[in-house]
């Protein structure tokens, strides 16, 4: 599932200190390959450079 600006996304990634996090996509981006990687605003900070298959959609609340 593609993700596009302003989307409300859950960030899944052990080695990160935003894993399980709900965050919102500021910026995506298209690799040499053909893939999209996003940069995600949290409310203590931003992750950068997220693979597709590291995020989810976020439940509406």
């Not at 996509?25 to 298959?53: C, H, K, L, P, R």
Request: glycine letters at 10%.
């Amino acid at each position: 599932m593609a993700f596009e600006k302003g989307d409300s996304v859950v960030f899944h990634d052990k080695h990160s200190e935003y894993d399980g996090e709900t965050g919102e996509v500021t910026q995506v981006s298209e690799t040499m390959f053909g893939d999209n990687t996003y940069i995600v605003d949290f409310e203590e900070g931003q992750e950068a450079g997220i693979a597709e298959e590291s995020l989810e959609p976020a439940e509406d609340e």
